[in-house]
């Protein structure tokens, strides 16, 4: 997620593909919008709609994960299989929020000390008599990512797995939730009106 997904070096055929394949996962992530649990989200942002609202709402991306975080909406009368869809988008989210925040974290120290280890080496210190920032070049930050992505490669597949798997059983529960609301509209089982649902604590 993030910085590690947005660099490419086109004259590495396979670190080029590694990047590919991170990017992957990355732009999988953000196309299901996830992020972290709705009330831990509440807690700390304040982002949290009222009770009767109709849709899911959608907040900005978290600092540190870089995923956005989402409050379902909770229908009323909620039937046993929307609950259930409903706490396994939500588990869901919470999952990706934690992997992608403990990546993007470790990620971010370990660029730090490698160019602090880089420039130690050449002798320099970490900013120029102006007072900016030394960088590495492309060649010598390419060394960096390509170790990080060898150190995480299985970590990052166990993760790629797990996601379309959560990805495979969520799309099948909202495929039987739409059938059984298409068959409850047909036989005249509508929902029947009731308190607005309040959201859970």
């Not at 036989?187 to 308190?195: H, I």
Request: glycine residues 4%.
């Amino acid at each position: 997620s993030g910085e590690v997904s947005e660099v490419l070096y086109p004259h590495n055929p396979l670190l080029q593909s590694c990047y590919e394949w991170l990017g992957c996962i990355y732009l999988h992530v953000k196309a299901f919008e996830c992020s972290v649990f709705f009330y831990r989200i509440a807690k700390k942002t304040k982002f949290n709609p009222g009770p009767t609202t109709k849709y899911d709402w959608i907040g900005p991306p978290d600092r540190l994960s870089n995923l956005r975080p989402i409050i379902y909406h909770i229908p009323e009368n909620e039937t046993p299989l929307e609950r259930k869809l409903r706490h396994l988008r939500q588990e869901t989210e919470d999952w990706n929020h934690e992997f992608w925040t403990h990546q993007n974290v470790t990620f971010s120290k370990e660029k730090e000390e490698y160019v602090h280890s880089q420039l130690k080496a050449k002798g320099l210190t970490e900013r120029d008599e102006r007072g900016r920032k030394r960088t590495l070049n492309s060649e010598e930050m390419a060394v960096f990512y390509k170790r990080f992505l060898d150190k995480n490669c299985i970590k990052h597949a166990s993760y790629n797995r797990e996601w379309y798997q959560r990805n495979f059983t969520i799309t099948l529960l909202m495929a039987r939730v739409a059938l059984h609301n298409v068959w409850r509209t047909l036989t005249g089982q509508g929902r029947s009106k009731s308190k607005p649902t309040v959201m859970p604590k």
